[in-house]
């Protein structure tokens, strides 16, 4: 089937309007009509090709909210009209220990990623949700829950299932004190889901205007990192500190702020590493600093259930397709709060333009 999109078509251009052939839907598959798309740091990243690897044209998205509009013969879970969503996910082998168990995010030969990923079968390249159309396995399909703004919900599928993953499996209990830190698009979602869980959430940042919100979205309290005396105030406090930060700093004064047993997880990933950290700050309290990727299918839907039944929802910024180039530019400069959307509405404007 036909599909409209923008597509990245070098590492430099502007995103620009493209089109190419959706696979028709299989037995399996599950054809939907895309709504809206929240736009992820990654999708910056691999559309610039800063992480390497990007395949041109590429057509990036993966925090996909829409309707299905077709079914294959063998789809039982959903069927035409439901409002539904696609994560990071469209694929994975489904015979590894990872899958298995339900972690299709540490699939051993590879998951296959929403876009700029190889196809299970047939060899192509993926492409995602900054389109009109996506055709996708049934068991990566997620149901999107009576109550969720569809616009809101749509950054649930990475940002939201990224802090929630971890948040839940260092089974955070009411009344644990929660570290967050960094106040992005990961950020926010951290302290929402945190304090949702019952948790006592604190947010470490270097910008004080960030105090206000932070507030607002759930933290009992915020710590500047860069004063050291607030950092000294505060060790030994936190059961998890969730690190959200995507750029090289110096851990050491976060793993202070752990209990002992406590626990760093860190869900950014920066382009150079961090300095080593003190061991010795480790050893002192049997402490540890971890790493976690998005969640597995299942997870997703608990957190989108999660989601509704608490209220939780990401802080969006709505915009149409045309202006993905100027958010981009936006978001290397952290102004956003807290994550664009693209409504999906705005490229049938710009594919009757190209007509
Ligand atoms: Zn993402
Ligand atoms: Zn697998």
Redesign the pocket.
């Known amino acids: 089937m036909q599909a409209h999109a923008y597509a990245a078509h070098d590492h430099e251009s502007p995103l620009a309007p493209f089109s190419f052939e959706r696979r028709e839907p299989g037995p399996d598959d599950v054809a939907i009509e895309i709504l809206f798309c929240g736009v992820c740091h990654s999708d910056l990243h691999t559309a610039k090709g800063e992480w390497g690897g990007t395949i041109y044209p590429c057509v990036p998205g993966h925090e996909i909210i829409g309707r299905v509009i077709a079914v294959g013969g063998e789809v039982t879970t959903f069927k035409t009209g439901d409002l539904v969503g696609v994560g990071c996910i469209v694929d994975?082998?489904?015979?590894?220990a990872?899958?298995h168990d339900g972690l299709?995010q540490f699939?051993?030969?590879g998951?296959t990623g929403t876009y700029n990923s190889p196809e299970q079968a047939g060899g192509g390249n993926t492409l995602g949700g900054y389109s009109d159309r996506i055709v996708v396995r049934q068991g990566f399909v997620l149901r999107l829950p009576e109550g969720l703004d569809p616009a809101a919900a749509a950054p649930l599928l990475c940002a939201g299932i990224t802090t929630y993953s971890p948040l839940r499996h260092w089974k955070v209990a009411p009344g644990q004190h929660i570290g967050v830190v960094g106040l992005g698009g990961l950020g926010h979602m951290g302290l929402k889901l945190a304090k949702a869980m019952g948790a006592e959430v604190t947010l470490f940042t270097t910008s004080p205007g960030k105090e206000a919100d932070a507030r607002r979205l759930g933290a009992s309290d915020v710590v500047i990192s860069t004063d050291k005396a607030a950092m000294a105030a505060v060790a030994g406090r936190f059961d998890l500190i969730l690190n959200t930060v995507s750029a090289p700093m110096n851990l050491d004064p976060y793993l202070r702020a752990l209990k002992r047993d406590g626990t760093m997880v860190m869900v950014g990933a920066p382009p150079e590493p961090h300095k080593s950290p003190a061991i010795f700050e480790m050893i002192m309290r049997r402490r540890s600093i971890a790493g976690s990727l998005i969640g597995g299918i299942a997870e997703t839907q608990e957190m989108l259930d999660f989601c509704a039944a608490h209220g939780v929802a990401s802080d969006i910024e709505i915009i149409p397709i045309a202006a993905i180039n100027d958010a981009y530019e936006r978001m290397r400069k952290n102004d956003v709060k807290y994550r664009f959307v693209i409504d999906m509405e705005s490229l049938k404007d710009v594919a009757s333009l190209a007509a």
Not at 92 to 96: A, E
């Open positions: 994975s082998c489904q015979r590894c990872s899958c299709e699939c051993e030969n998951f």
